[in-house]
Nanobody, 121 residues
Framework: QVQVVESGGGRVQTGGSLRLSCVTI????????MSWYRQGPEQGRDEVAR???????IYEDSVKGRFTISRDDAKNMVYLQMNSLKPEDTGTYYC???????????????WGRGTQVTVSS
């Protein structure tokens, strides 16, 4: 059984910062790449940042220079440092973890339940 759990959301003012955390719990897997997605009010779920197994990162254009994704493989963690937050960053942030399942020899991905970020003007 694999669980993905996000934390660190909250309410901040424009220009503020938040650090989101995501932990993967379970056994018999090897984590590959990990991503953060954002779903705004009445919007779809869009990827904002991704980090590969090698530590290579990509960002959605609107967050470049403000958000930083990082990982700690010893702890099965991925983080999203969000600075200079804007009201348009408001939404539910989800962690997606792609992994190799050792027992079944297949790739799977798992989602967390999300953490809410609200940026007030």
């Amino acid at each position: 059984q694999v669980q993905v759990v996000e934390s660190g959301g909250g309410r901040v003012q424009t220009g503020g910062s938040l650090r989101l955390s995501c932990v993967t719990i379970g056994t018999n897997f090897r984590i590959n790449d990990m991503s953060w997605y954002r779903q705004g009010p009445e919007q779809g779920r869009d990827e904002v940042a991704r980090i590969s197994l090698r530590g290579e990162t990509i960002y959605e254009d609107s967050v470049k220079g403000r958000f930083t994704i990082s990982r700690d493989d010893a702890k099965n963690m991925v983080y999203l440092q969000m600075n200079s937050l804007k009201p348009e960053d408001t939404g539910t942030y989800y962690c997606k973890v792609n992994m190799w399942m050792i027992d079944t020899s297949e790739y799977k991905h798992f989602w967390g339940r999300g953490t809410q970020v609200t940026v007030s003007s």
